[in-house]
């Protein structure tokens, strides 16, 4: 960036067209590198699972199994099948996400609603393994798209409890602050995230810990979804975290998106 802005001091006025359009085409090698990356990724991500799958098949295949050593084996495989399916429908929802030009919808989200939706799947996908704690601290709700906002808060919820070992302790808040600003919470006794990777957990596919995501059924896009979907509400989302002792992370919707 620095040099290009040495470059337009030293070029005369008239050329300055010139020297933008070098950069574009930077820019654009960047968005085909990323691309290539993109792709690259999605194809090591659906060849395990296939792989594995091929594995087991073969297996089953050739080898005379007892019914329950067969059993046995097409869980497994529906394991992988389960696995190749969470990874396309986040992948389409990334893809509508990005596609859609239209800004997010704007009627009321009673998040009262949301928080029995979210309490209800929590507790199944916990299995009774944490103490959850869901607190609905202010009345107030918000305006966007329902679909959305669930999808978003959903995810925080669901890394909160697959990262957090059985024993941990999970509490998710909805409360409106001082500034009028609505904050959803979402705070774990986890693991923690080292700050290096902190700026780079909403990057498709960046895991901290990729056998960790894959066995708690991680596609790896979760956050980046999060993250499309705050920005369709002009929300921040904050993460803070301390190695050893767990994680936060934190919505914040703008005052004007609070409603009665
Ligand atoms: P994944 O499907 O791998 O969970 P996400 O995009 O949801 O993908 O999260 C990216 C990475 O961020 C995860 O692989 C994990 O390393 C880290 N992460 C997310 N949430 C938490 C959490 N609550 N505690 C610890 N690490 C987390």
Same mark, same amino acid.
Request: proline share 3%.
């Given at each position: 960036?620095?040099n290009l802005?040495?470059m337009?001091q030293a070029?005369?006025?008239?050329?300055?067209?010139h020297?933008l359009l070098?950069?574009?085409?930077?820019?654009l090698q960047k968005?085909d590198a990323?691309r290539?990356?993109?792709?690259?990724?999605v194809?090591?991500?659906?060849?395990?699972?296939?792989?594995?799958?091929?594995g087991?098949?073969e297996?089953?295949?050739s080898l005379?199994?007892?019914?329950?050593q067969?059993?046995?084996?097409?869980?497994m495989?529906?394991?992988q099948a389960?696995? *190749?399916?969470?990874l396309? =429908?986040?992948l389409?929802?990334?893809? @509508? /996400?990005? +596609? &859609? #030009?239209?800004p997010?919808?704007?009627?009321v989200?009673?998040?009262?609603?949301?928080?029995?939706?979210l309490?209800?799947d929590?507790?199944?996908?916990s299995q009774g393994?944490h103490?959850?704690n869901?607190?609905?601290?202010?009345?107030?709700?918000? *305006?966007?798209?329902?679909? =959305?906002?669930?999808?978003?808060?959903? @995810? /925080?919820? +669901? &890394? #909160?409890?697959?990262?957090?070992?059985?024993?941990?302790a999970?509490?998710?808040?909805?409360?409106v602050?001082?500034?009028?600003?609505?904050e959803?919470?979402?705070?774990d006794?986890g693991p923690?995230?080292?700050?290096e990777?902190?700026?780079?957990?909403?990057?498709?596919?960046?895991?901290?810990?990729r056998?960790?995501?894959?066995?708690?059924?991680?596609?790896?896009?979760?956050l980046?979804i999060?993250?499309?979907?705050?920005?369709?509400?002009?929300?921040?989302l904050?993460?803070?975290?301390?190695p050893?002792?767990?994680?936060?992370?934190?919505?914040?919707f703008?005052?004007?998106?609070?409603?009665?």
């Amino acid at each position: 960036h620095g040099n290009l802005s040495l470059m337009l001091q030293a070029f005369p006025f008239g050329q300055k067209r010139h020297l933008l359009l070098v950069q574009d085409i930077t820019d654009l090698q960047k968005a085909d590198a990323m691309r290539r990356d993109f792709v690259a990724n999605v194809s090591h991500e659906m060849r395990t699972p296939i792989t594995v799958l091929m594995g087991f098949l073969e297996t089953v295949h050739s080898l005379d199994l007892k019914k329950e050593q067969q059993d046995q084996y097409f869980d497994m495989m529906m394991a992988q099948a389960q696995r *190749m399916k969470s990874l396309v =429908e986040d992948l389409l929802t990334l893809a @509508n /996400l990005e +596609s &859609n #030009a239209l800004p997010a919808a704007n009627t009321v989200v009673k998040v009262e609603t949301l928080m029995a939706l979210l309490k209800n799947d929590a507790e199944a996908l916990s299995q009774g393994k944490h103490a959850l704690n869901f607190d609905l601290e202010s009345p107030q709700n918000l *305006m966007g798209d329902e679909r =959305e906002i669930l999808s978003a808060f959903s @995810n /925080l919820v +669901s &890394n #909160a409890i697959r990262y957090t070992p059985d024993v941990g302790a999970i509490r998710v808040e909805w409360r409106v602050n001082d500034q009028g600003q609505g904050e959803f919470l979402v705070t774990d006794s986890g693991p923690g995230i080292a700050s290096e990777h902190l700026s780079r957990l909403t990057e498709r596919f960046y895991r901290v810990d990729r056998s960790r995501s894959r066995d708690t059924g991680g596609t790896g896009l979760g956050l980046a979804i999060v993250k499309h979907i705050a920005n369709r509400h002009q929300a921040q989302l904050l993460i803070e975290s301390t190695p050893g002792k767990g994680s936060q992370f934190m919505l914040r919707f703008p005052k004007e998106r609070i409603a009665a």
